[in-house]
């Protein structure tokens, strides 16, 4: 008995460890501005560093990312254009690593839709590129609508919408289309996602940038459970919060916590003199 108690406490703490992320938004009523609000709090293994860029495509919109440099996982991970279309992800940690490895024909294709989409209806009209895509999970933004989109393996996925309401995700299948008897969410993706729901429901009307600052500073359930997450294998190490209402141009903030560097913020107007300096 023993010996399986060890095993047990040894595959419990892979999932307290588990690369992943806290997505959540607003939209209409919920948000100020009448816009939407979304959020990445995204939490991976300490052995990269991050940075932001704009970039320019040979063809298509211009955008402005967050992308992780080295590491195991190197590439783009948030990112809005310069129409205000803007997408964040999370790993599908619920799947074993093995299985996320080996995906053969499917991509990261996060680029492809900040290049290529102005709206989410126009994205929307274009879904079958999600057929294309690596599992994992996309929330997605333009000042109308949320689209929550639910990835699995073989090409399968859901896309849920929203435009007055509030949405949260962490790094398991919430459609049971998608889900599987044999996948385990793991503690810290189901404690996260009843963590941020609770705050969402908790939070003043109006929702903004200041309070889900707050919730993205949250530490109420230990270093490996917490949206804020200080664990040793498995560290929160960016806050991408982006504000697009209806009426003003979108404002980005955003919070690095790179190993081994100071902690930084910096707020960004994506207005005309953003895009066209």
């Avoid at 309070?211 to 500073?217: G, H, I, L, V």
Wanted: glycine letters at 8%; proline letters at 5%; a positive charge.
């Amino acid at each position: 008995m023993k010996s399986l108690s060890l095993i047990a406490s040894a595959v419990l703490s892979g999932l307290l460890a588990a690369p992943a992320c806290t997505l959540w938004g607003a939209a209409g009523e919920r948000a100020e501005g009448g816009g939407t609000l979304i959020v990445k709090s995204r939490d991976w293994r300490p052995d990269h560093t991050q940075e932001t860029k704009t970039v320019t495509p040979r063809s298509g919109y211009k955008y402005f990312g967050l992308y992780a440099v080295g590491g195991e996982e190197p590439g783009l991970k948030a990112g809005v254009n310069r129409h205000g279309l803007a997408v964040v992800t999370a790993a599908a940690s619920c799947l074993p690593q093995s299985v996320r490895k080996n995906q053969p024909g499917k991509r990261g294709v996060t680029s492809e839709i900040l290049a290529n989409f102005d709206s989410v209806d126009a994205l929307l009209a274009q879904r079958a590129l999600f057929e294309r895509a690596r599992a994992s999970f996309f929330l997605i933004a333009d000042r109308q609508q949320l689209a929550l989109v639910e990835v699995a393996l073989g090409g399968k996925y859901v896309v849920r919408t929203e435009t007055n309401g509030v949405v949260a995700h962490t790094n398991g299948y919430l459609e049971e289309a998608l889900r599987s008897p044999t996948l385990s969410d793991g503690a810290s993706s189901t404690t996260r996602l009843a963590r941020i729901k609770a705050l969402l429901a908790e939070a003043r009307l109006p929702l903004d940038i200041a309070q889900f600052k707050r919730m993205s500073s949250d530490q109420h359930d230990g270093p490996d459970n917490s949206i804020w997450r200080t664990g040793a294998k498995t560290r929160t190490l960016a806050t991408w919060i982006l504000a697009l209402p209806r009426q003003a141009p979108p404002a980005l903030y955003l919070k690095l916590a790179n190993p081994g560097q100071p902690i930084t913020e910096t707020n960004l107007v994506c207005d005309a003199k953003f895009w066209n300096p």
